[in-house]
């Protein structure tokens, strides 16, 4: 475990005392920064499907009609709330980076919308033009964007 691996008040060389950190700890530190990134994102998955059923629900129970176009902004202040709770928890926890928050953050809202980019295209190309089942196509571009994001995370905007 690095220096910048370690949780403030931890002996150098100690695991932690939880059974998660001994076990994530057997890692070599990429990969484990890759398995915290992942459960990150998954985080900010329920965080974006919550702000946007939340938004969308005060929007029914407000103008008591179909959101319409509504779902649309929705859809984009739940990405922007997600990006910033997956910036806060990689910082912290996956990352261990001090830098400056504001340069890091974005660097890391940039790779967030080239990942959401490159997610909106695998997804037409899978679903549209290979005709592969919606929540498979879904699931297909999330495994194909995610490395890309962690890649551009850990070397660009947590450098």
Request: charged fraction near 10%; include cysteine; aromatic fraction near 12%.
């Amino acid at each position: 475990m690095t220096d910048a691996e370690q949780t403030p008040g931890q002996a150098p060389g100690s695991a932690g005392s939880s059974a998660g950190s001994s076990f994530l700890a057997r890692f070599p530190v990429g990969l484990r920064q890759f398995v915290k990134f992942g459960l990150v994102g998954g985080t900010g998955t329920l965080v974006n499907l919550g702000v946007f059923s939340l938004l969308i629900f005060i929007w029914h129970r407000a103008a008591s009609s179909d959101p319409g176009v509504f779902k649309q902004l929705a859809s984009g202040i739940a990405f922007c709330v997600a990006v910033l709770s997956n910036f806060l928890l990689n910082r912290q926890w996956t990352f261990r980076h001090t830098g400056r928050i504001i340069p890091n953050f974005g660097r890391f809202f940039i790779v967030s919308l080239v990942g959401l980019g490159l997610n909106e295209l695998s997804f037409t190309l899978l679903n549209s033009v290979g005709h592969v089942e919606v929540h498979v196509s879904q699931l297909l571009a999330i495994l194909i964007v995610t490395p890309v994001n962690f890649v551009g995370s850990k070397w660009w905007a947590f450098r």
